[in-house]
Nanobody
Framework: QVQLVESGGGLVRPGGSLRLSCAAS????????IGWFRQAPGKQREPVASISGSTTTYTDSVKGRFAVSRDKSKKTVYLEMNNLKPEDTATYYCRYNQYWGQGTQVTVSS
């Protein structure tokens, strides 16, 4: 069955970096769109980035700071996050169609 498992979250200071991973199983990773979303406390879940083939998209607030990529051999999609800001604090999720991972917490604080 389809399974998505996120990892790589943690506590980081403003200006720091993290790399999130989304390990996929149960489908062919490179053929489908994978999206990264985030949800901060008290807010709605919002899209952050996506990758479809070689095409990537980003929400305006992360453009130039975040990069999404995939490793077909490892069946993993990554979200490289640089120059993190306190407003990036949220639980980050990856999604394939109607399937969601369990999320990984990112906290940006000094």
């Amino acid at each position: 069955q389809v399974q998505l498992v996120e990892s790589g979250g943690g506590l980081v200071r403003p200006g720091g970096s993290l790399r999130l991973s989304c390990a996929a199983s149960g489908f062919t990773l490179d053929k489908y769109t994978i999206g990264w979303f985030r949800q901060a406390p008290g807010k709605q879940r919002e899209p952050v980035a996506s990758i479809s083939g070689s095409t990537t998209t980003y929400t305006d607030s992360v453009k130039g700071r975040f990069a999404v990529s995939r490793d077909k051999s490892k069946k993993t999609v990554y979200l490289e996050m640089n120059n993190l800001k306190p407003e990036d604090t949220a639980t980050y999720y990856c999604r394939y169609n109607q399937y969601w991972g369990q999320g990984t917490q990112v906290t940006v604080s000094s």
